[in-house]
């Protein structure tokens, strides 16, 4: 540290001990949280592991599902080359997806109000679940309702991308 003449030297003011307390109580009640000692041997908390059992359980319960138009009409398209909305036939396919939560807590009511119904088409594993997701968005190229459109897109209007 540098004085110069004329200056007071500015002390460094200590930790403040409180505030120490506080952020060691925390970082212990995190801990206690997250595990519990029993008998010696350490383990999960009780809420940890329901949490567990619960997101592994969804890994094995995904749905592969498809939206659809429910009526003739314009909606939102991230394929469409220099263009934001596409005109979809009724029963044409705007989005293939996959989700561990199923339809009510993946969408609400969002996809109703946009004009849009939920099908699902396969049930199963995550992993298979992804699988069959990728081969439904590749496909859509294919679809007769896609090669009617002038130029035909390369995935489903939903899908921004091809995951």
């Not at 930790?15 to 506080?22: G, I, M």
């Not at 029963?91 to 109000?113: L, S």
């Amino acid at each position: 540290m540098v004085i110069h003449k004329g200056q007071t030297p500015v002390k460094s003011k200590p930790p403040d001990l409180a505030k120490a307390a506080l952020v060691i109580l925390v970082a212990l009640l995190s801990l206690y949280a997250a595990y519990e000692i029993t008998k010696g041997i350490p383990g999960l908390s009780p809420e940890r592991q329901a949490k567990l059992n619960r997101e592994l359980e969804e890994l094995e319960n995904a749905e592969q599902y498809v939206l659809r138009a429910a009526r003739d009409g314009w909606y939102p398209c991230y394929s469409c080359p220099g263009k934001n909305r596409i005109f979809l036939h009724k029963d044409e396919v705007w989005k293939y997806g996959v989700t561990r939560k199923g339809e009510a807590r993946r969408y609400g009511r969002w996809h109703m109000e946009q004009g849009l119904y939920y099908l699902i088409e396969y049930e199963g594993p995550l992993q298979e679940c992804l699988r069959r997701e990728k081969i439904q968005i590749y496909s859509y190229a294919l679809l007769p309702e896609n090669l009617r459109r002038k130029p035909p897109l390369i995935r489903p209007p939903g899908n921004k991308r091809d995951t």
